[in-house]
């Protein structure tokens, strides 16, 4: 299998503080991670690749500073929001491609992390 | 712009009725073309995929998509669906030159009416 968890599942916070979410592949080796935000009946947009050991790669619009991402080891990767406002609640999904295996194969995704910011 | 354009947004079907949900893409060149699935409450799941060769693919739960490349088409079908069907659908594009990111379409509501 290729399983990948996301935790926490849902978390609520007050605006300006900072969440983190953890995003583990859980029986294999993930060379690159993704982290997609999905709005309420809205696709998945991408926000960043994540490369272990490597900086994140931010799509346009992204700000990097406010969604810091790490990826230290190959099945952690971790998607910070900083200083959250209201309009940062969302879902948050992370997806992982395989080591070994080129992510154009297929990526396996997370269950998502509802983010509530008062 | 290039972007990944899902025709339906909201599909609802009673039960045994047949199923083709349109997905098109802008990008030239190669690309690899995926459909996802997520039902109410649980996280995505990959139903088929396309990379090359025979452009009728067959998935999971009896779905399959045609890729047709003058059309920039992926259309997802199933000949009769089922209640358990109800979820939203995405068509996803990989262009081959890119990093492995996945571009998603809007997405499609499936509801399937007993």
């Known amino acids: 299998g290729a399983v990948v968890s996301q935790h926490p599942s849902w978390v609520i916070c007050k605006s300006g503080t900072s969440v983190k979410i953890e995003c583990r592949s859980l029986d294999f080796q993930a060379t690159t991670m993704f982290w997609y935000r999905q709005f309420p009946k809205q696709s998945l947009m991408l926000m960043a690749t994540s490369n272990e050991g490597s900086k994140a790669t931010y799509e346009q619009g992204v700000e990097k500073d406010k969604f810091l991402i790490n990826h230290a080891s190959l099945t952690l990767s971790t998607l910070t929001v900083t200083s959250a406002h209201p309009e940062d609640s969302s879902f948050y999904i992370c997806?992982?491609?395989?080591?070994?295996?080129?992510?154009?194969?297929?990526?396996?995704f997370g269950p998502g992390t509802r983010l509530t910011v008062l | 712009a290039q972007s990944v354009s899902q025709h339906n947004h909201h599909v609802i079907l009673s039960e045994a009725a047949s199923l083709e949900l349109g997905c098109n893409y802008s990008y030239g060149g190669t690309v690899n073309l995926f459909w996802y699935v997520q039902y109410p409450g649980q996280h995505l799941q990959l139903l088929l995929k396309y990379f090359s060769g025979d452009p009728l693919v067959k998935g999971i739960k009896g779905f399959e998509a045609e890729f047709i490349k003058s059309k920039f088409s992926f259309n997802l079908r199933k000949p009769s669906v089922q209640w358990s069907d109800t979820a939203e659908y995405f068509c996803a594009v990989i262009r081959s030159s890119n990093t492995g990111k996945l571009i998603f379409g809007q997405g499609t509501t499936l509801q399937v009416k007993p």
């Open positions: 997806s992982a491609g395989k080591v070994g295996r080129s992510s154009y194969n297929e990526q396996f």
